[in-house]
């Protein structure tokens, strides 16, 4: 059971546009700064969105990040067939104990 | 560019010591940030197990806090996973990372899988 719930699977057709939900409390997202990742197939994670709404240079624009009370939201755009993957969002959690944790992720498939 | 690369065994016994080593190359590690460890168990989500800084400071996840350490090698610009008593639950691809402002894991190594088997 992650501490971050996410819906396990979302799908789209291409040049669709997509939204993918992190839901958290007031000790993890209300207080901390969100992160999302990508995850092709057999690949290690990569950093799409850090600070709520920040991208990383080389991410293009398509993918963007807003964050609402205790939740966030990842929203990808102009959907392509290569943006099929797995997303997480991430954040830090103040209480019990401070740790950094991940939501239970989400399979994007373009249809 | 910081790049991260793990290495350590690929198999370990029940019981036994995982030991991980992660290499850094292109920032050194006494400069700044906290660096540390996440796992994937095949098929599974991120299971984030803690980090640290240079100087010490370091949170692990609750779950790992008792059979877990992270150490540094500044003189090999390293740092390591030791996960005590493991057992099959523990099969999982390693991955090591920089933490950058907000403790986000930004940089990561390409991961390595370790299998717990006898």
């Known amino acids: 059971q992650s501490v971050l719930t996410q819906p396990p699977s979302v799908s789209a057709a291409p040049g669709e546009r997509v939204t993918i939900s992190c839901s958290g409390t007031s000790s993890n997202i209300g207080s901390n700064l969100v992160a999302w990742y990508q995850q092709l197939p057999g690949t290690a994670p990569k950093l799409l969105i850090f600070d709520d709404s920040e991208r990383p240079s080389g991410i293009p624009d398509r993918f963007s990040g807003s964050k609402s009370g205790t939740s966030a939201t990842l929203d990808i755009a102009g959907l392509q067939t290569g943006d099929e993957a797995d997303y997480y969002c991430?954040?830090?959690?103040?209480?019990?104990?401070?740790?950094?944790?991940f939501g239970g992720g989400t399979k994007l498939t373009v249809l | 560019q910081v790049q991260l690369q793990e290495s350590g065994p690929g198999l370990v016994k029940p019981s036994e010591t995982l030991s991980l080593t992660c290499d850094v190359s292109?920032?050194?590690?006494?400069?700044?940030?906290?660096w540390g460890w996440i796992r994937q168990s095949p098929g599974r989500g991120l299971e984030w197990i803690g980090n640290?800084?240079?100087?010490?400071?370091?949170y692990f996840d609750p779950s790992f806090q008792s059979r877990v350490s992270i150490v540094t090698a500044t003189s090999k610009n390293q740092f390591s996973l030791r996960l005590t008593s493991v057992t099959v639950a523990d099969t999982a691809i390693y991955y090591c990372?920089?933490?950058?402002?907000?403790?986000?894991?930004?940089?990561w190594g390409q991961g390595i899988l370790v299998t717990v088997s006898s």
């Open positions: 991430g954040t830090w959690d103040s209480s019990p104990s401070a740790k950094w944790v």
């Open positions: 640290m800084y240079h100087t010490g400071t370091s």
């Open positions: 292109g920032f050194s590690i006494t400069t700044g940030y906290f």
């Open positions: 990372a920089r933490h950058d402002r907000a403790m986000t894991p930004k940089h």
